[in-house]
């Protein structure tokens, strides 16, 4: 079974067997030929047997926390990757795992394959801009940044982010913190990647991520983008096609006027080759 093949089958277990970390690495597969999957979850498996000493099985969830964090970040030394963030390595976990560093959904995913292997499940949440854990309580919810060294955060802190990265305040209500189930977490690895290789001109790399994305969660928007990329691909023929399917699904797509004159200039491209 090839990478792509073994990602397509994870993703029809996901709901009953939410492995992300295994996900993760079948992402990482189809860029790395021959990766190792097994031996990268037996390298998360140790992290998890070393962290379990610091525990004796009756904590609370902030002891716990603790001790994840000293091992992860203070004995291991993983940490959030500043300096090089849009380096696509940050969105490949065996990546994270050899160079310790990542984005903060990686970084999420590896915190939470250890908490869950010590006993523990945390749930992800798709906060804008920056992806975050959250361990759910009577009440309310602890909220674990795995980008910020395992930094527990309040609803205020978020909303105090958010209004500093869109320069205006922002108000936060209870919806914003609800979990979401994996297949939203594995698009967003994948639209991390997508936006990672377009952003780099790489548009191969970025067709190949965005087809994953149709298999996890697919949405009307996608056949835009594929149509884009095969543009650019050169590939004319199947990009006038998603064009044409993107505007008869979405009639009041607020950028038909540009898709359309996309497609004339798709049109007049296949028509000088005839």
Not at 17 to 46: K, N, Q, S, W
């Amino acid at each position: 079974m090839d990478a792509r093949e073994a990602f397509v089958q994870a993703m029809k277990r996901v709901e009953a067997d939410a492995d992300l970390g295994r996900i993760a690495l079948l992402i990482a597969a189809e860029e790395y030929p021959g990766l190792d999957v097994d031996g990268y979850l037996t390298r998360i498996d140790e992290i998890a047997r070393d962290v379990r000493p610091r525990l004796d099985g009756d904590e609370g969830p902030a002891a716990v926390l603790s001790a994840i964090n000293a091992h992860l970040y203070g004995v291991l030394g993983f940490r959030g990757n500043r300096e090089d963030y849009y380096d696509p390595r940050n969105s490949y976990l065996n990546e994270v795992l050899d160079r310790r560093t990542g984005l903060p959904i990686l970084l999420s995913v590896l915190y939470r394959e250890v908490a869950r292997r010590l006993g523990h499940e945390l749930v992800g949440i798709n906060f804008p801009l920056h992806f975050v854990l959250g361990w759910p309580l009577d009440g309310g919810m602890l909220i674990v940044d795995a980008f910020e060294e395992g930094a527990i955060l309040t609803p205020a802190d978020c909303a105090l982010r958010l209004s500093r990265a869109y320069g205006r305040p922002v108000e936060l209500g209870p919806d914003a913190f609800e979990p979401v189930g994996p297949r939203p977490i594995v698009r967003r690895m994948l639209t991390n990647l997508l936006n990672e290789y377009t952003r780099r001109r790489d548009y191969a790399r970025a067709l190949a991520a965005l087809d994953r994305m149709q298999v996890v969660l697919p949405t009307i928007d996608d056949q835009r983008v594929r149509g884009l990329l095969l543009f650019r691909l050169a590939r004319p023929r199947e990009a006038e096609q998603e064009l044409t399917n993107y505007l008869a699904n979405a009639p009041a797509a607020p950028d038909r006027e540009s898709i359309e004159q996309h497609l004339r200039w798709i049109r007049r491209l296949r028509a000088s080759v005839n």
